[in-house]
């Protein structure tokens, strides 16, 4: 097991690539404390850890409230003593693709994703140094590396998180390793709606090399590799996971 032995924070858990990659490390051996704003969607993903033999805590966080994320370490230590591992995949996308956005649309988009990134980052540190070989690995996106469709909004906070990630790997090394990775569009819920509409999806799959949009296993797979003992030279990198997107 790539995972056994290790203790992981997953935020983002209750859906998506979050909730894949939250099963994954549990399958893998890893004791998981599954976030999300939906306490629902945490509870469905540490039930489903538990019944397959995993250990599991589910806790409702709002990843831009500082105070709830030093909650969150705290809970996680007290149940599992120790933690090792912190994946940073709550986000949110904008409602539309709009080429400016309100500020209020704006201000949402940067909390969520770039705010809610570095702030489960800061509560988790002094844990993660205290287990003496810990990683972050954190969420970005194709749209934090080149220009495409989506808002400005989503744009500046995934760049964000590609350089911040860049940034914290330099500043919390050694003890610390700290990645992201870079998805294209992946068949999630987040991405439902766009892929609904037949104009954009025909539009969009024609700059995929591969010919397809990811499956939420695929990036759960590059993550679990950036998180486990095996990438334990890695640090500092921002890795597409885009079926070529980013080559073209």
């Known amino acids: 097991m790539r995972m056994h032995g290790k203790v992981s924070i997953v935020t983002g858990a209750g859906s998506g690539i979050g909730r894949v990659t939250a099963l994954r490390f549990g ?3 890893a004791a998981v404390a599954c976030v999300d ?9 540490a039930r489903a850890i538990e019944a397959a033999g995993g250990q599991a805590l589910a ?3 709002d990843v831009t409230d500082d105070a709830a994320c030093a909650r969150l370490v705290e809970q996680a230590l007290a149940r599992f003593g120790r933690l090792t591992t912190l994946v940073n995949s709550a986000g949110v996308r904008p409602v539309a693709t709009d080429p400016a956005p309100p500020p209020a649309e704006w201000r949402r988009v940067v909390e969520v994703n770039l705010t809610g990134t570095y702030l489960p980052s800061r509560a988790a540190l002094g844990a993660l140094r205290a287990s003496g070989a810990a990683s972050i ?7 934090g590396l080149v220009g495409g469709s989506m808002a400005p909004s989503y744009a500046a906070s995934k760049g964000g998180v590609a350089n911040l990630t860049r940034q914290l790997a330099l500043n919390w090394a050694p003890t610390v390793r700290v990645n992201c990775v870079c998805p294209g569009v992946i068949e999630t819920p987040m991405t439902a709606e766009l892929r609904r509409d037949p104009a954009w999806r025909e539009r969009t799959l024609a700059k995929y090399p591969l010919g397809r949009f990811g499956q939420p296993e695929e990036i759960a797979a590059a993550i679990l590799y950036l998180a486990s003992d095996e990438a334990a030279w890695v640090t500092g990198v921002a890795l597409p996971v885009d079926g070529g997107y980013t080559a073209v």
């Open 27 to 29: 399958a893998e051996g």
């Open 37 to 45: 704003l939906d306490a629902t969607g945490a509870r469905e993903t």
């Open 59 to 61: 806790v409702a966080v």
């Open 137 to 143: 690995t954190n969420l970005a996106s194709i749209y």
